[in-house]
């Protein structure tokens, strides 16, 4: 972390070789849909590279796929440890994991970002075990960005926490205000607090203890708190930039608006289905894809991780975090 005053990371300005480990083992569909879903992404970046972390005999039947002039963008970290979807978070802090294998990988500077479609749980578990939280950040959060009719809407937390306690609430809100600043490049983000009204008063103990917190609270920058907002806020985007709830009611509500897209077609012109979220508050980057992934959300999860270690948006909000909690302290 930084000082107050440090300067902020600057994005990089020309495409450069990105290496992103990938959790061959995670996810309903593995590894075949991994597999799939990274061929996708070495033909749709020529600048991408994979640290492949899982059995020897799936990376090799990747590896043999690729053009012979191409698979110098592919390596290997041997590891046989599954997490299904069924076990408890903390086998995701085993060192024979293939999950805790691509965050060990990030950690010591062997790759630049992590994707996962593994357990949630045991990838949160990895990720802060290997890379340590972010100074003043309680819980990380998973944001999703929903393609809302007027715009992206940053959507936190969607399952990194199921806690729902206003401190962690605010701090889901000082993440989502500066993630929407630097990946979305919104100048003055409005960040609402999810509810069942947008009337003062509503909602349950967390969410209204939570209100006049955040109409308090500095969010950095131009970023303002508006209140409460109710779930079709979420899609419409007309009302925030910035919608915060726990990972529990964030998580049902990601689902639900997936499965209106699906039934309607898809989602608004110039967007697409939300099926990989950021993980905000370890210090690294860290990428989870829906459970339920395909081959072509693995690899827009390794676009993502691919664009957010371009424009250095961990270590910008990282910065931007540390002057804000530095300041209020």
């Known amino acids: 972390m930084s000082t107050p005053g440090a300067p902020v990371p600057a994005p990089l300005t020309e495409p450069v070789a990105v290496r992103i480990a990938v959790d061959l083992l995670g996810g309903d569909g593995a590894p075949a849909v991994v597999v799939d879903g990274a061929l996708r992404a070495f033909e749709a ?6 640290l492949l972390v899982g059995p020897n005999e799936v990376a090799d039947e990747l590896i043999a796929a690729l053009p012979p002039t ?5 390596s290997v970290r041997p590891l046989l440890g599954a997490v299904s979807m069924a076990d408890p978070p903390q086998r995701g802090g085993r060192f024979d994991t293939t999950v805790r294998g691509a965050a060990l990988a990030v950690a010591e500077g062997a790759a630049d ?24 950040i309680r819980r990380p959060a998973l944001l999703a960005t929903i393609p809302a009719v007027a715009g992206p809407v940053a959507l936190l937390d969607v399952g990194g926490s199921l806690e729902a306690r206003p401190i962690t609430l605010a701090g889901h809100a000082l993440l989502g205000a500066a ?42 920058g131009d970023a303002h708190y508006v209140g409460f907002v109710e779930g079709y806020d979420v899609s419409s985007g007309e009302r925030a930039d910035v919608v915060v709830t726990d990972g529990f009611t964030g998580n049902i509500l990601l689902k639900g608006i997936e499965g209106a897209y699906a039934m309607a077609g898809g989602p608004p012109p110039g967007g697409a289905a ?13 990428v989870v894809c829906h459970g339920g992934a395909t ?4 690899a827009s999860g390794i676009a993502l991780a691919t664009h957010l270690h371009r424009n250095r948006a961990i270590a910008r909000i990282a910065t931007a975090l540390a002057d804000l909690i530095e300041v209020s302290t």
Not at 45 to 50: A, C, E, K, Y
Not at 190 to 203: H, N, Q
């Open 113 to 136: 970002a992590l994707v996962s479609a593994g357990s949630t749980g045991a990838t949160v578990t990895a990720a802060v075990l290997s890379l340590g939280r972010w100074p003043g």
């Open 70 to 74: 191409e698979r110098h963008r592919a």
């Open 274 to 286: 939300p099926r990989a979220a950021a993980l905000l508050g370890v210090a690294g980057t860290v």
């Open 295 to 298: 081959g072509d959300d693995i």
């Open 45 to 50: 970046d020529p600048d991408v590279r994979l």
């Open 179 to 220: 993630y929407a600043t630097v990946v979305h490049d919104i100048a003055r983000p409005r960040v609402g607090l999810l509810s069942i009204g947008a009337e003062p008063g509503k909602g349950d103990r967390a969410r209204r203890t939570t209100d006049p917190m955040l109409a308090d609270l500095k969010l950095g």
